[in-house]
Each structure stands twice: as structure tokens, then as C-alpha cells.
């Protein structure tokens, strides 16, 4: 385990930590908004968090020639994360655009301001 300082170990675990929380941030704001778009983002978190998990094994146990193998899940993970991400972020985006289509537009084509029942504005 000493192969990272102490305070490399503290950045190390503290991001698996804040990558959990976010997870499950991102899990709650979607059955509040009953929006599966940002469940799919939490699972498509995951593949992220294993990556961590492997880099902090590998280092856990002095970076040995025998778990070279995580070294590789570890990418592979990293790779398949990056496109997950990339795929719960589009489906976020496309559907915020249906949603957004539903509000009143203008002639400028953007959506119409609220106005008070006094036109004070």
C-alpha cells in the first residue's frame, strides 16, 4: 500500500466516494422529475466507478506484475464508460429538446417569456 503517498490515497478514495454520491444525486433527481433519461445516466456512471475501483486495487497492492489484468479491465472500463456517458448524455439532451418543443414559441423562436396579469414588465 505504499507504493501512494497518503495524500494521493485521500484524492484517490475521495473520488470514489464523490463518484457514489453523484450517482445516487443523479439516481433521486430522476425519480424526482420521473425522468429515465438521468437513471440512465447514474448506470451509465458505473462502468466509471468500477475503473476507479481497479485503479485503487492495483495500487492497494503495490502495483504487482499478477494483477497486470486489472491494468486492462481498467481501460476497458475507462473506454466503455467514456461511451455510456456519451450515450446517457445524449439521451438527456434529446430529450430536454421533446420536452422543451411542448413550451409556446415566439416569433424569435425561442420560448415565450412569462407575463404578469398587469404587463408591468
Known amino acids: 500500500m505504499h507504493a501512494l503517498s497518503i495524500p494521493t490515497w485521500i484524492i484517490h478514495v475521495s473520488s470514489v466516494i464523490e463518484w457514489i454520491a453523484a450517482i445516487w444525486l443523479i439516481w433521486t433527481y430522476g425519480e424526482i ?22 485503479a485503487c486495487t492495483w495500487h492497494f497492492f503495490d502495483n504487482p506484475e499478477s494483477l497486470d489484468w486489472i491494468v486492462t479491465l481498467q481501460a476497458a472500463m475507462t473506454l466503455i464508460g467514456n461511451f ?3 450515450a446517457a ?25 412569462l407575463k404578469s396579469k398587469n404587463n408591468d414588465f
Open 33 to 54: 422529475t420521473r425522468n429515465r433519461a438521468w437513471w440512465a445516466l447514474s448506470f451509465a456512471m458505473l462502468p466509471a466507478l468500477v475503473s476507479a475501483m481497479c
Open 84 to 86: 455510456t456517458l456519451l
Open 89 to 113: 448524455g445524449w439521451w438527456i439532451w434529446r430529450t430536454s429538446r421533446v420536452a422543451n418543443s411542448a413550451l409556446p414559441v415566439n416569433q424569435n423562436n425561442s420560448p415565450s417569456p
